[in-house]
């Protein structure tokens, strides 16, 4: 069994109202207490964690920074304590990264809202038109500034999607990754994006989209300065 769990919400452990990595840590045996034969816990061997990426928002599914946990949670030391923490208690930890789009505020995004010349353009999906309605008679295509044109953002405007026609992004989000026992490696590129769940002990990819095939591109994308 799996038990999901919003971290924000679930065990605070500093008083400050929001729940954190660390309360998660110190509430682990009501999850499993790696004792089979109690029956106080709920017998879980599976943790899956909502994002717990840096995001701007409270539910962190527009995530600006998918190498960091986002600060209000604790730190990518307390998210491998806490990966520690549960092995011992035979639990697995799936984390919830979420690959379809990112926050408007990613950096990538703004580099390739402010310069049309930016290395990050063909990472998104852009039309001179608002584009046509959705099958359920809505608009998927969010007006931007500072230029006259339009990118699709299918859940929200603060959330673009990727596009995966970009062969950069899909070599991204391909590229072979670590466990969730190694979330904690350098954050070498802030805000890069790798289309899978990380489960500790094994990979699961995925790179699916509901955007339309609307721009397909060939470029290449270095980091950012």
């Known amino acids: 069994m799996c038990s999901e769990i919003f971290v924000r919400s679930f065990a605070d452990s500093d008083g ?3 729940g954190d990595l660390e309360g ?35 539910h962190g ?10 600060p209000v949670y ?23 990264l979420v690959v379809n789009h990112v926050s408007s505020e990613h950096p990538y995004f703004q580099d390739a809202l402010l310069h049309a010349d930016s290395p990050y353009r063909d990472w998104f999906l852009w039309s001179d038109t608002a584009g046509p309605n959705n099958e359920w008679g809505g608009n998927n295509w969010r007006k931007a500034s500072p230029r006259d044109e339009y990118y699709y953002g299918f859940f929200w405007h603060t959330m673009p999607d ?3 026609e970009t062969p950069a992004v899909r070599v991204e989000g391909s590229e072979p990754g670590p466990d969730a026992a190694r979330y904690e ?12 769940l990380f489960v500790a002990g094994s990979r699961v990819v ?20």
């Open 74 to 96: 604790g730190t990518n030391a307390d998210f491998k304590r806490l990966i520690e923490a549960a092995h011992r208690r035979g639990i697995r930890v799936l984390v919830d």
């Open 16 to 18: 400050d109202g929001v």
């Open 162 to 164: 990727l596009n995966w």
């Open 206 to 225: 995925t790179a699916d989209t509901d955007a339309p095939k609307f721009r397909i591109a060939g470029s290449t994308a270095p980091p950012l300065p």
């Open 24 to 58: 998660l840590i110190q509430r682990l045996a009501y999850v499993n207490d790696g004792n089979p034969d109690t029956h106080t816990d709920l017998r879980a061997g599976c943790l899956w964690l909502m994002p717990i990426a840096a995001s701007p928002s409270y």
């Open 61 to 70: 599914y527009d995530v600006t920074d998918y190498y960091r946990v986002d």
């Open 185 to 196: 490696r350098p954050l070498v590129a802030p805000g890069r994006v790798r289309a899978a």
